[in-house]
């Protein structure tokens, strides 16, 4: 339903009360508005990479993020001019690394094509990769000051209580509604504050579940509110059936070096290097065992061209992706035989040091530091051992 047939349901459809909507939310906000280090800058590049970081993140993930990010990229030029490789890894963590590859390509089409400047309408910003409407909107208002809806995971809740909306908010229907409504709500003046006071209330007050309606300052316009429908508004989304995996991921060495393989475009983490690894069916989901052993080998040998002998299970991960709940079993190999053939994989033999430099996905990680401990334990064993043989000698010196 478009928000003009909606709005005869919609308390602020008149002028009046949506002047007292905004002034109530501007006086809230300036009393309760959060002290956040995005929040402190006008800046459209900081604006920016804040905004592709709080997409599917928490405020509190992406602050050390935001912080770390800022210090090695200060400007879109040093960002434009930065390896994909470089900008992964100091993604690595935050997820959807689509993001960091997008801002990448972006920064060097603001550099290439605008100069080094932003585009300051929202049109000319959602022609660069990864920006959509709401980050479009976001910069124009938070850095430009200008006039521009937003609607995203926060103010999408707070819009359909306001409304009363009981439809599916992410359908076409819905989203033209709520960006109606949007564009209706934002003022001439100061609309970046405003946008931001909207994203607050919807993100402390009028929370996912149980919204603090006591301490909401625009609950007097709101019709879940007078309807006592705001816990099922808005309609959930259907969530997709969890499907059970469990893969191997193997750490070959050769030499105190560990084989990785670059991630292709076609598959997920693009970009991210990582240990060889891949699904298990059947029998071999059993665990350690000679037959799955077996197993592994054969795969190494058919996905990657390498023969390795599977020594030990290191360790067992559990982790989701997505609608995957996987269980990763870890495996330690050695190395065998050079790749027979190569299927046009980018492989590489990688130090335990140069493994702190490389983009890896989380579960990558925690198994490159698995590595670094084990190494560092058996430093420690062969340095205590060396003391033991050369006790003697030294007490024999001296006497
Ligand atoms: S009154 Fe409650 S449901 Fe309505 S906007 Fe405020 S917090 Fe949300």
Same mark, same amino acid.
């Given at each position: 339903?478009?928000?003009?047939?909606?709005?005869?349901?919609?308390?602020?459809?008149?002028?009046?009360?949506?002047?007292?909507?905004?002034?109530?939310?501007?006086?809230?906000?300036?009393?309760?508005?959060?002290?956040?280090?995005?929040?402190?800058?006008?800046?459209?590049?900081?604006?920016?990479?804040?905004?592709?970081? $709080?997409?599917? @993140?928490?405020?509190?993930?992406? +602050? *050390?993020?935001?912080? #770390?990010?800022?210090? /090695?990229?200060?400007? &879109? %030029?040093?960002?434009?001019?930065?390896?994909?490789?470089?900008?992964?890894?100091?993604?690595?963590?935050?997820?959807?690394?689509?993001?960091?590859?997008?801002?990448?390509?972006?920064?060097?089409?603001?550099?290439?094509?605008?100069?080094?400047?932003?585009?300051?309408?929202?049109?000319?910003?959602?022609?660069?990769?990864?920006?959509?409407?709401?980050?479009?909107?976001?910069?124009?208002?938070?850095?430009?000051?200008?006039?521009?809806?937003?609607?995203?995971?926060?103010?999408?809740?707070?819009?359909?209580?306001?409304?009363?909306?009981?439809?599916?908010?992410?359908?076409?229907?819905?989203?033209?509604?709520?960006?109606?409504?949007?564009?209706?709500?934002?003022?001439?003046?100061?609309?970046?504050?405003?946008?931001?006071?909207?994203?607050? $209330?919807?993100? @402390?007050?009028?929370?996912?579940? +149980? *919204?603090?309606?006591? #301490?909401?300052?625009? /609950?007097?316009?709101? &019709? %879940?509110?007078?309807?006592?429908?705001?816990?099922?508004?808005?309609?959930?989304?259907?969530?997709?059936?969890?499907?059970?995996?469990?893969?191997?991921?193997?750490?070959?060495?050769?030499?105190?070096?560990?084989?990785?393989?670059?991630?292709?475009?076609?598959?997920?983490?693009?970009?991210?290097?990582?240990?060889?690894?891949?699904?298990?069916?059947?029998?071999?989901?059993?665990?350690?065992?000679?037959?799955?052993?077996?197993?592994?080998?054969?795969?190494?040998?058919?996905?990657?061209?390498?023969?390795?002998?599977?020594?030990?299970?290191?360790?067992?991960?559990?982790?989701?992706?997505?609608?995957?709940?996987?269980?990763?079993?870890?495996?330690?190999?050695?190395?065998?035989?050079?790749?027979?053939?190569?299927?046009?994989?980018?492989?590489?033999?990688?130090?335990?040091?140069?493994?702190?430099?490389?983009?890896?996905?989380?579960?990558?990680? /925690?198994?490159?530091?698995?590595?670094?401990?084990?190494?560092?334990?058996?430093?420690?064993?062969?340095?205590?051992?060396?003391?033991?043989?050369?006790?003697?000698?030294?007490?024999?010196?001296?006497?």
């Amino acid at each position: 339903m478009p928000f003009t047939e909606f709005s005869r349901f919609a308390p602020l459809h008149e002028a009046e009360a949506l002047a007292g909507f905004r002034r109530q939310l501007r006086n809230w906000y300036a009393r309760n508005g959060r002290d956040l280090a995005w929040r402190r800058t006008r800046d459209p590049y900081r604006v920016w990479v804040s905004e592709i970081m $709080l997409q599917q @993140t928490t405020v509190a993930a992406v +602050a *050390p993020y935001f912080e #770390r990010f800022l210090a /090695r990229f200060p400007n &879109v %030029a040093a960002l434009a001019d930065a390896a994909e490789e470089d900008v992964l890894r100091l993604w690595e963590g935050l997820g959807y690394y689509s993001r960091a590859r997008n801002l990448r390509r972006a920064a060097e089409r603001i550099v290439h094509d605008y100069g080094g400047r932003f585009p300051h309408d929202a049109g000319g910003l959602q022609r660069l990769p990864g920006i959509g409407r709401y980050t479009a909107g976001a910069i124009v208002s938070f850095a430009f000051d200008r006039p521009a809806a937003i609607v995203e995971a926060n103010t999408l809740r707070l819009y359909c209580r306001l409304l009363g909306y009981a439809g599916d908010p992410r359908s076409s229907a819905g989203q033209r509604v709520l960006w109606e409504f949007a564009e209706r709500l934002v003022p001439r003046r100061s609309p970046g504050r405003f946008n931001q006071a909207l994203m607050e $209330l919807g993100a @402390t007050v009028c929370r996912p579940a +149980a *919204p603090d309606c006591s #301490r909401c300052p625009v /609950r007097r316009h709101c &019709v %879940a509110f007078g309807e006592n429908t705001q816990d099922v508004i808005p309609r959930a989304a259907a969530r997709p059936a969890v499907t059970q995996v469990t893969e191997a991921m193997v750490a070959i060495s050769r030499r105190g070096r560990f084989l990785l393989r670059r991630r292709p475009p076609s598959e997920r983490w693009a970009g991210l290097w990582d240990f060889p690894r891949f699904e298990l069916n059947g029998s071999a989901c059993d665990g350690d065992s000679p037959a799955v052993r077996g197993f592994v080998e054969e795969q190494l040998q058919e996905r990657h061209g390498v023969a390795a002998a599977v020594d030990s299970l290191l360790t067992e991960m559990r982790h989701g992706v997505t609608r995957y709940r996987i269980r990763l079993l870890c495996f330690a190999a050695r190395y065998v035989s050079r790749p027979r053939r190569s299927n046009g994989e980018e492989l590489r033999w990688t130090s335990r040091r140069e493994l702190t430099d490389l983009p890896l996905s989380t579960t990558g990680r /925690r198994m490159a530091r698995l590595l670094c401990e084990q190494s560092a334990v058996r430093s420690q064993r062969s340095a205590v051992s060396g003391q033991l043989i050369t006790h003697p000698e030294t007490l024999k010196a001296e006497r």
